[in-house]
């Protein structure tokens, strides 16, 4: 048994030998131009793998992302159903600056509100003027901003000054300007941008105010919202209390979430408040999205996967099958279909080997810096290309793996025929 | 050493079948350079195949050093065209993207010998036949009959019992012809036992005996006063 095991482990060695002797060869010296492409061949395919599901990834990721530091923050404490506000809202707010752990958080008050321009120039009663359906939001701009960094998306105009009571940041969803989009579902202003006199009505309060900027995020639930002072909205309100709509928490550790979220539950918030993590307060319609994309790019991937090991199939019979004759000559002399076999799975490794590796040079010294600092612009979040180093490292292992088989199956094709009708090419 | 018993080998096209070799049988004994001839078609090559195990006989027997060949395996076949016998084809058939040595190197290194070895033997080899200064040539930068020598270098390398050679001078000018010639009469003046097919009388002339084939039988098998060569033990 051990004669028999080691004679079996010689003659693997030597089957593996000969054909990394063979392989070796052939690749040294078959043209240049010729493994040029096949390399080239193989790193599109296995860009095609990791880049079109990575910017899949990579949009949904950069949706998320945009919820996550311009809207939710890393835990959410929301009004509970059949609720209208936070009650107890100072207590709330006293246990979140309590709260270990905390960067900073922004309370907002919230309310239903009509912002309508256009007004002026009505000269009739009957004349129609131009109003959306918008979300006041009263906020600390300095809370806000170490929050949101909400500044930062100020397309045109400028940000919140706390003492300016008669300004307003207005969401671009609600200006046609920014957002050329007026259907019966998305109402926007025609007349309104920077500098313009705004009506808003919240109840039986009206005011008239300025657009002093006007904020852009990619976040819908921002970007369909007027933010003002919260003391101009608190003046607005038919209410005396401090009760906020939302609090927005953001943790110097965003892993944290989960351990903080009870932390609030056992001292007293959840009474009063929906208390969520970020993945849990994230809008449905990104989760679906999620869903949807990791489907789309597994799919995608699979027919990648499916490209690369025809495409490597292809090269492979072709190169064997154009070099049959010598297939029935090595045949002929002694070298076993085996060691034959494996010279032209080592060349297929060879060709996947170097296609991967200038592939993930290109993705990780080209591409992913590249989308880093030029994100695609898509309408709900800047678009980055996702490739973390052990995914990619999965896929270059699955592509090595359909590149074995695809290169052993037209080697086996080949080798199998018959010795002589090989060497005389009948 | 080599016994060809009763062999028949039948080409089937449609419903025809073609009987190309009609039971033939002879002996060839250890240290004979025997020459097959006849004209085109009449199985000298198809002969060849059954003898050096590159084929099947449809019926007969191939014995080789008093072993049956019929009852092996592809894979024993391969074994025994590995380690007992060379190879020596009409267009040399070098694999053209293996240099010299490495084309002589292939079946030592197939035989489990270390690099060394496997570089030592096939640098004797070619030595022996006049190409020691063409180690890292490549088939394509190699005249025809460079190319041949080659081919004997990698057939004799192994040291085998047997070489069989398929008309190894049909390709080559008269001058390279008659070195071919010359180093198989020299590899069995030291005790080779070579088969060529040929269909030129003028190197069959040169060995010990020669077969004439017509028409899938054997019409001649006579010892050759022409061919002065040594070491032939039995007719």
């Given at each position: 048994?051990?004669r028999?095991?080691?004679?079996l482990?010689?003659?693997?060695?030597?089957?593996?030998?000969?054909g990394?002797?063979?392989?070796?060869?052939?690749?040294?010296?078959?043209?240049?131009?010729?493994?040029?492409?096949?390399i080239?061949?193989?790193?599109?395919?296995?860009?095609?793998?990791?880049?079109?599901?990575?910017?899949?990834?990579?949009?949904?990721?950069?949706?998320?992302?945009?919820?996550?530091?311009?809207?939710?923050?890393d835990?959410?404490?929301?009004?509970?159903?059949?609720?209208?506000?936070?009650?107890?809202?100072?207590?709330?707010?006293?246990?979140?600056?309590g709260?270990?752990e905390?960067?900073?958080?922004?309370?907002?008050?919230?309310?239903?509100?009509?912002?309508?321009a256009?007004?002026?120039e009505?000269?009739?009663?009957?004349?129609?003027?131009?109003s959306?359906?918008v979300?006041?939001t009263?906020?600390?701009?300095?809370?806000?901003?170490q929050?949101?960094?909400?500044?930062?998306?100020?397309?045109?105009?400028?940000?919140?000054?706390p003492?300016?009571?008669?300004?307003?940041?207005v969401?671009?969803?609600?200006?046609?300007?920014?957002?050329?989009?007026d259907t019966?579902?998305?109402?926007?202003?025609?007349?309104?941008?920077?500098?313009?006199?705004?009506?808003?009505?919240?109840g039986?309060?009206?005011?008239?105010?300025?657009?002093?900027?006007?904020?852009k995020t990619?976040v819908?639930?921002?970007d369909?919202?007027?933010?003002?002072?919260?003391q101009?909205?608190?003046?607005?309100?038919?209410?005396?209390?401090?009760?906020?709509?939302?609090?927005?928490?953001?943790?110097?550790?965003?892993?944290?979430?989960?351990?903080?979220?009870?932390?609030?539950?056992?001292?007293?918030v959840?009474?009063?408040?929906?208390?969520?993590?970020?993945?849990e307060?994230?809008?449905r319609f990104?989760?679906?999205?999620?869903?949807?994309?990791?489907?789309?790019?597994?799919?995608?991937?699979?027919?990648?996967?499916?490209?690369?090991?025809?495409?490597?199939?292809?090269?492979?019979?072709?190169?064997?099958?154009?070099?049959?004759?010598?297939?029935?000559?090595?045949?002929?002399i002694?070298?076993?279909?085996?060691?034959?076999?494996c010279?032209?799975?080592?060349?297929?490794l060879?060709?996947?080997f170097v296609?991967?590796?200038?592939?993930?040079?290109?993705?990780?010294?080209?591409l992913?810096?590249?989308?880093?600092a030029?994100?695609?612009?898509?309408?709900?979040?800047?678009?980055?290309?996702?490739?973390?180093?052990?995914?990619?490292?999965?896929?270059?292992?699955?592509?090595?793996?359909?590149?074995?088989?695809?290169g052993?199956?037209?080697?086996r094709?080949?080798?199998?025929q018959?010795?002589?009708?090989?060497?005389?090419?009948? | 050493?080599?016994?060809?018993?009763?062999?028949?080998?039948?080409?089937?096209?449609?419903?025809?079948?073609?009987?190309?070799?009609?039971?033939?049988s002879?002996r060839?004994?250890?240290?004979?350079?025997v020459?097959?001839?006849?004209?085109?078609?009449?199985g000298?090559?198809?002969?060849?195949y059954?003898?050096?195990?590159?084929?099947?006989?449809?019926?007969?027997?191939?014995v080789?050093?008093g072993?049956?060949?019929e009852?092996?395996n592809?894979?024993?076949?391969?074994?025994?065209?590995?380690?007992?016998?060379?190879?020596?084809?009409?267009?040399?058939?070098?694999?053209?993207t293996l240099?010299?040595?490495?084309?002589v190197?292939?079946?030592?290194?197939?035989?489990?010998?270390?690099?060394?070895?496997?570089?030592?033997?096939?640098?004797?080899?070619?030595?022996?036949v006049?190409?020691?200064?063409?180690?890292?040539?490549?088939?394509?930068?190699?005249?025809?009959?460079?190319?041949?020598?080659?081919?004997?270098?990698?057939?004799?390398?192994?040291?085998?019992?047997?070489?069989?050679?398929?008309?190894?001078?049909?390709n080559?000018d008269?001058?390279?012809?008659?070195?071919?010639?010359?180093?198989?009469?020299k590899?069995?003046?030291?005790?080779?036992t070579?088969?060529?097919?040929?269909?030129?009388?003028e190197y069959?002339?040169?060995?010990?005996?020669?077969?004439?084939?017509?028409?899938?039988?054997i019409?001649?098998?006579?010892?050759?006063?022409?061919?002065?060569?040594?070491?032939?033990?039995?007719?």
């Amino acid at each position: 048994m051990m004669r028999s095991t080691s004679s079996l482990f010689q003659s693997l060695a030597t089957t593996w030998k000969v054909g990394l002797f063979l392989a070796i060869r052939d690749i040294k010296r078959s043209n240049i131009w010729t493994t040029v492409l096949i390399i080239f061949i193989m790193m599109l395919t296995f860009l095609n793998l990791i880049v079109v599901r990575g910017i899949l990834v990579g949009l949904v990721e950069g949706s998320n992302k945009a919820y996550r530091e311009r809207y939710i923050g890393d835990l959410i404490l929301e009004t509970p159903r059949l609720k209208q506000y936070i009650e107890q809202s100072p207590f709330v707010i006293s246990i979140v600056e309590g709260m270990p752990e905390l960067r900073a958080y922004s309370a907002r008050y919230l309310t239903g509100g009509v912002l309508e321009a256009g007004y002026r120039e009505k000269i009739k009663a009957s004349d129609s003027t131009e109003s959306v359906n918008v979300i006041a939001t009263g906020i600390d701009p300095a809370h806000e901003n170490q929050t949101t960094h909400l500044e930062r998306y100020v397309v045109a105009g400028s940000y919140l000054d706390p003492n300016d009571i008669d300004g307003v940041l207005v969401g671009a969803s609600l200006l046609f300007n920014y957002t050329p989009v007026d259907t019966p579902s998305q109402r926007t202003l025609k007349g309104a941008d920077i500098g313009s006199k705004v009506r808003l009505t919240i109840g039986k309060n009206v005011r008239e105010v300025t657009i002093r900027g006007v904020i852009k995020t990619k976040v819908d639930a921002v970007d369909l919202r007027v933010f003002m002072p919260q003391q101009v909205l608190r003046s607005m309100l038919d209410r005396s209390d401090y009760s906020v709509g939302e609090i927005s928490i953001v943790l110097s550790d965003p892993s944290l979430d989960r351990v903080l979220k009870p932390y609030l539950l056992a001292n007293g918030v959840g009474q009063y408040a929906k208390v969520s993590t970020f993945d849990e307060g994230v809008p449905r319609f990104v989760k679906d999205l999620i869903v949807t994309f990791d489907v789309l790019s597994n799919i995608i991937g699979s027919i990648g996967l499916a490209v690369a090991a025809i495409t490597i199939f292809i090269v492979i019979f072709v190169n064997a099958i154009t070099r049959r004759k010598y297939i029935g000559i090595l045949k002929g002399i002694g070298v076993t279909g085996s060691s034959i076999q494996c010279s032209y799975i080592i060349q297929a490794l060879f060709y996947a080997f170097v296609g991967i590796a200038l592939g993930t040079c290109i993705v990780f010294l080209f591409l992913k810096p590249y989308f880093a600092a030029n994100p695609i612009n898509f309408p709900f979040g800047d678009g980055i290309l996702v490739a973390d180093a052990p995914d990619v490292f999965v896929r270059a292992v699955v592509l090595f793996i359909a590149t074995a088989i695809a290169g052993y199956i037209p080697a086996r094709i080949v080798v199998r025929q018959n010795t002589l009708d090989a060497i005389l090419g009948r | 050493m080599l016994e060809a018993q009763r062999i028949t080998k039948d080409f089937k096209s449609g419903e025809h079948t073609l009987r190309v070799l009609k039971e033939i049988s002879f002996r060839v004994e250890s240290g004979q350079f025997v020459s097959i001839i006849g004209r085109s078609g009449s199985g000298k090559s198809t002969l060849l195949y059954q003898l050096s195990l590159l084929d099947r006989p449809t019926s007969g027997s191939i014995v080789i050093d008093g072993k049956a060949m019929e009852g092996l395996n592809s894979e024993e076949r391969t074994q025994v065209r590995l380690f007992e016998l060379g190879y020596i084809f009409q267009d040399y058939a070098l694999v053209p993207t293996l240099s010299a040595i490495e084309n002589v190197m292939v079946p030592l290194l197939m035989q489990g010998k270390d690099n060394a070895l496997a570089v030592q033997s096939a640098t004797d080899a070619l030595t022996r036949v006049g190409l020691s200064d063409k180690l890292s040539n490549l088939p394509s930068q190699l005249s025809g009959g460079q190319q041949q020598r080659v081919s004997i270098a990698r057939a004799i390398a192994h040291k085998p019992k047997i070489i069989f050679a398929d008309e190894p001078t049909a390709n080559l000018d008269s001058e390279s012809s008659e070195m071919i010639i010359d180093v198989f009469k020299k590899l069995n003046q030291e005790g080779q036992t070579i088969v060529m097919v040929t269909h030129e009388m003028e190197y069959a002339e040169k060995t010990h005996r020669i077969i004439r084939l017509s028409d899938g039988v054997i019409i001649s098998d006579e010892m050759n006063k022409k061919g002065k060569l040594s070491n032939t033990k039995t007719a």
